[in-house]
């Protein structure tokens, strides 16, 4: 799951499949240099097929808001389709803002 301009765009983050679910596993850090590379993924992780499909983000360093906002709107456009985005070990900075903004992220569904 590269970058369409490359891999080397998307150094600091990768996104590598999941092979027991359909989903992906992220890696790095979700910010304004990854930002194309983590819409990407997500873009591919939600064009799977099934009622649920995840994001291992458990190897994530950090989420700025903007990717905050990313998932956000990635899980309540599934939502509309029925479907749902579970996150899965997310990081602290992710917790922090769905912490400090609980309405606008109400979408986002964390695993247990």
């Not at 995840?54 to 990717?67: E, G, K, M, N, Q």
């Not at 579970?86 to 903004?101: G, I, N, Q, W």
Request: charged fraction near 20%; proline fraction near 8%; hydrophobic fraction near 45%.
């Amino acid at each position: 799951m590269n970058s369409p301009s490359g891999a080397d765009a998307c150094a600091p983050l990768t996104a590598r499949p999941w092979q027991d679910r359909p989903g992906a596993r992220l890696s790095g850090s979700c910010d304004l240099d990854t930002r194309q590379c983590l819409s990407a993924a997500i873009g591919v992780v939600t064009a799977m097929p099934g009622p649920v499909v995840h994001l291992d983000l458990s190897a994530v360093v950090f989420l700025d808001t903007a990717a905050v906002a990313a998932l956000v709107r990635a899980a309540a456009a599934l939502s509309g389709q029925g479907r749902r985005l579970l996150l899965h070990d997310p990081p602290y900075s992710l917790r922090k803002v769905v912490e400090m903004f609980p309405d606008e992220c109400a979408a986002l569904e964390v695993a247990a």
